[in-house]
């Protein structure tokens, strides 16, 4: 089942151009989007108070990624909940609230219970998962199957970068009755269309990731700064470096550096920045030379062709990637994190597919 693959990771990473062109099937339509599970609700959605995103893990990063272009599109409010908080503090769901669940398997216990939370409160319950007839599928009053096909990895990659995409479409769905933002719609949807053959673009650093997480074998530690559309990134790349390759890595807020993180700057600890190109860019290049003033050990994710803008004087490392439509570049971003966290572990001698302590789905509290 793993083919020409050494693992199920390498293989779902590396299976990315596939699985996203088979979550968009059928649904990218005469310039516009089509989704069948939602169409009957979308007015309903259009009306609601508040979008509420519920998951857990990689999921619930997923959606943090997706929060920014929906509140964009469809002008309306999104908070984010992570599942088990939201019911340890039994926060307010209300009936004019669109409650959106993400999850892979859709039998994560936590996301759930918190759909039960939600129904009890009568809010509009919206299931965004990978699994035909799952629970979550089940009891939502509807959804979006994801269709990236089955992941057995426990680490989440193929399913994270789906994930993206559907509520992406989902987003275009809801905010394709405004006049003012055809035109931006016209471009994600143009974005969405060359996304795949971007991505086959970006998994040709994998020997370049190899590399760098050679550099990075003895290493204690490892953060990754983000913001805007890629603070999801920062989030989902040290989540990876950590459940799999068994590092400590924290994803931070580029915006809140200098409010902590800026004392653990040295020559040792090895910061990834990301500042591909969007509206952000200008920020994360006064970060990049506030890190280097500190002698700060930077690996910078930037656009292609944006090497010497991020460091004028070679004094760090850079990946560079393709760039899409701006709301789409996590998709792309992420892509380079997955090998090198992939790479670390196989170097470290861990198990990729079963990493210690952990699970494919948390059925349980
Ligand atoms: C559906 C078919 C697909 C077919 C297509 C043709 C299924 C599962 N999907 O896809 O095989 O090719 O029509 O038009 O038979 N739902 C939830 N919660 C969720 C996810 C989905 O309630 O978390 C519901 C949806 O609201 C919808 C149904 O499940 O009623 C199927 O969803 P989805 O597979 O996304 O719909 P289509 O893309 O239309
Ligand atoms: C587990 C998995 O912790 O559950 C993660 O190991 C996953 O990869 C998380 O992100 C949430 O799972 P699901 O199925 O709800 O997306
Ligand atoms: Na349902």
């Given at each position: 089942k793993k083919g020409s693959y050494d693992h199920f990771m390498q293989k779902e990473i590396h299976e990315q151009p596939h699985s996203l062109t088979t979550t968009m099937r059928g649904r990218l339509k005469d310039g516009g989007v089509l989704l069948g599970g939602l169409k009957e609700h979308l007015k309903t959605i259009r009306r609601c108070r508040r979008v509420v995103f519920i998951g857990c893990g990689t999921s619930y990063n997923a959606a943090l990624a997706a929060r920014t272009f929906v509140e964009e599109l469809t002008g309306i409010p999104v908070t984010m909940e992570v599942a088990s908080d939201l019911l340890d503090r039994q926060g307010p769901i209300y009936r004019e609230d669109t409650a959106v669940f993400v999850s892979?398997?859709?039998?994560?216990a936590d996301t759930l219970l918190a759909l039960d939370y939600a129904l009890e409160n009568g809010a509009l319950c919206v299931g965004i998962t990978n699994?035909?007839?799952?629970t979550l599928s089940r009891k939502t009053h509807c959804g979006v199957?994801?269709?990236?096909g089955c992941e057995i990895?426990?680490?989440?990659?193929k399913a994270y970068t789906s994930q993206i995409v559907a509520m992406a479409m989902m987003a275009l769905a809801i905010g394709?009755?405004?006049?003012?933002?055809q035109a931006r719609r016209d471009a994600i949807i143009s974005g969405l269309t060359s996304l795949p053959s971007c991505v086959s673009e970006v998994l040709k650093l994998d020997a370049e990731m190899k590399e760098l997480a050679y550099s990075l074998i003895d290493s204690e530690s490892l953060l990754v700064f983000g913001r805007g559309y890629n603070y999801a990134t920062a989030l989902e790349g040290a989540l990876k470096v950590k459940e799999v390759a068994l590092m400590h890595s924290e994803g931070m807020l580029a915006g809140e550096m200098k409010h902590g993180p800026l004392a653990l700057v040295d020559e040792n600890l090895p910061i990834i920045v990301i500042a591909t190109h969007d509206a952000c860019f200008s920020k994360q290049q006064s970060v990049i030379q506030q890190l280097l003033s500190r002698k700060g050990r930077l690996i910078v994710m930037c656009s292609k062709g944006d090497a010497s803008a991020v460091c004028p004087n070679g004094s760090c490392r850079v990946i560079e990637v393709p760039g899409v439509a701006d709301c789409l570049q996590p998709v792309i971003n992420i892509i380079p994190l997955q090998l090198l966290a992939y790479h670390l572990t196989v170097l470290r001698g861990f198990d990729v597919d079963q990493p210690r302590n952990l699970a494919k789905s948390v059925t349980t509290q």
């Open positions: 892979q398997s859709g039998e994560t699994t035909v007839g799952s199957h994801i269709n990236a990895g426990v680490a989440s990659t394709s009755d405004q006049i003012s933002t």
